[in-house]
């Protein structure tokens, strides 16, 4: 059994992924902006990514914007049949790189065409509706009106399922009244836990969880806790960080993002790695070194 394997599988709207995903939007220019350093090496890894077995790509066409989908599409189209494609919209791009909301029905809709146009698809599997109201983390306000826009091209057939990114508790709980949600991402690590109790709730209804940032993001996790895990276990702190997430709840579902073949095959062998339950108390302990 791979690694991939031994992450699971967890069900996503009406499909079934491997718990162990890809998230493409490294496969953009610095800063998710413009085009890739290395073009080739983007294409190279999205199909290294789905020989190893993976089935649930994460992406948008704010990345780039529109350079990450087209890659995707001349990599991968036409798509195997068990692929699973999610993408996100509800923000966009300034000219200087700026990441700026687009909540308004006429930029939803035009987001979802641009998504299945650039990516070569007549329904998107999956969209997360990402909520804008602070850039830096959820806040509350709500989302009836964007929400409801995104319902209405799910009636009008171009979308399968919703999703919900960014959000607080009370957001999830206004949009479950509005439309079935099938996932949520937010961002979610060993240091910083606020949706502990959310996760759970989601488990027990079957909803996905997609953390975003499992070593931090733009400001990486230092861990002295998580390093000397990672030294004893012959694995990478990365590794260690994603085996927690995969043990932590089995509606968690990972995207971790790179743009190199080897990172990627690092990333899927996190899989494979077993933490025992004194090492999980152990990686538990780090939130509260963190706070």
């Given at each position: 059994?791979?690694?991939?394997?031994?992450?699971?599988t967890?069900?996503l709207g009406?499909?079934?992924?491997?718990r162990?995903?890809?998230?493409?939007?490294q496969?953009?220019?610095?800063?998710v902006?413009?085009p890739?350093r290395?073009?080739?090496?983007?294409l190279a890894?999205?199909r290294?990514a789905?020989?190893?077995?993976?089935n649930?790509?994460d992406?948008s066409?704010?990345?780039?914007?529109h350079v990450?989908?087209?890659?995707?599409?001349?990599a991968?189209?036409?798509?195997?049949d068990?692929?699973?494609?999610?993408t996100k919209?509800g923000?966009r791009?300034?000219?200087?790189?700026?990441?700026?909301?687009a909540?308004s029905?006429?930029?939803?809709?035009?987001?979802?065409?641009?998504?299945?146009r650039?990516?070569?698809?007549?329904v998107?599997d999956?969209?997360n509706?990402?909520?804008?109201?602070?850039t830096?983390?959820?806040?509350?306000?709500?989302i009836?009106a964007?929400?409801s826009?995104l319902?209405?091209?799910?009636?009008?057939?171009?979308?399968?399922h919703?999703?919900?990114?960014?959000?607080t508790?009370?957001?999830?709980?206004e949009?479950r009244r509005i439309?079935e949600?099938?996932?949520?991402?937010?961002?979610?690590?060993?240091?910083?836990?606020?949706?502990d109790a959310l996760i759970?709730d989601?488990a027990?209804?079957?909803?996905?969880y997609?953390p975003?940032f499992?070593?931090?993001?733009?400001n990486?996790?230092?861990?002295?806790?998580l390093?000397?895990?990672?030294?004893r276990?012959?694995?990478?702190?990365?590794?260690v960080?994603?085996?927690?997430?995969l043990?932590?709840?089995?509606?968690?579902?990972?995207?971790?993002?790179?743009?190199?073949?080897?990172?990627?095959q690092?990333?899927?062998?996190?899989?494979?790695?077993v933490?025992?339950?004194?090492?999980?108390?152990e990686?538990?302990?780090?939130?509260r070194?963190?706070a």
């Open positions: 059994m791979t690694s991939i394997e031994q992450s699971g967890f069900t009406d499909r079934t992924v491997k162990l995903g890809y998230g493409a939007m496969l953009a220019g610095p800063g902006f413009g890739p290395d073009h080739d090496a983007a890894v999205l290294a789905l020989a190893a077995g993976v649930h790509i992406t066409d704010f990345y780039g914007p990450t989908n087209r890659i995707i599409r001349e991968l189209h036409p798509y195997a068990d692929l699973v494609i999610v919209i923000a791009r300034g000219p200087d790189g700026s990441w700026l909301p909540f029905p006429e930029e939803l809709t035009q987001a979802v065409h641009d998504n299945l650039n990516l070569g698809l007549e998107m999956v969209v509706l990402r909520i804008m109201f602070d830096h983390g959820p806040a509350e306000g709500s009836e964007p929400l826009a319902a209405e091209l799910q009636r009008q057939g171009l979308v399968r919703i999703g919900l990114s960014n959000v508790p009370t957001q999830i709980a949009g439309a949600i099938v996932c949520v991402q937010n961002q979610y690590n060993l240091a910083h836990r606020a949706d759970d989601l027990r209804d079957g909803i996905a997609v975003f499992p070593l931090g993001g733009f990486p996790l230092q861990s002295s806790t390093n000397d895990v990672a030294k276990l012959d694995a990478t702190p990365l590794q960080a994603l085996a927690w997430l043990h932590r709840a089995p509606n968690i579902l990972l995207i971790p993002g790179t743009s190199s073949v080897g990172h990627l690092e990333n899927l062998a996190a899989g494979g790695l933490l025992s339950d004194d090492v999980v108390a990686l538990d302990a780090v939130a070194i963190a």
